[in-house]
């Protein structure tokens, strides 16, 4: 049996690509966010991470330059 390559399948559709797209973006911005609580409960325990402000801006470009620009 010859092989000829991987041959373009249903589940391949653009649709489905951009759908699993998404949901890796989903599945990151929701790891940032659970860093950021993470940060700002560290920060409010006293460690020296910066300030509030500082750790929210973070999450902030961090969604805008992840999210917002693609």
Do not use: K
Request: glycine share 8%; proline share 3%.
């Amino acid at each position: 049996m010859e092989d000829r390559g991987r041959q373009l399948q249903a589940r391949d559709s653009p649709r489905r690509v951009f759908l699993a797209f998404c949901a890796m973006c989903w599945i990151a911005w929701a790891a940032v966010g659970a860093l950021t609580v993470g940060a700002l409960y560290m920060v409010n325990q006293g460690h020296e991470l910066g300030t509030r402000v500082e750790v929210l801006s973070v999450f902030w470009w961090t969604t805008y330059f992840c999210l917002g620009l693609p």
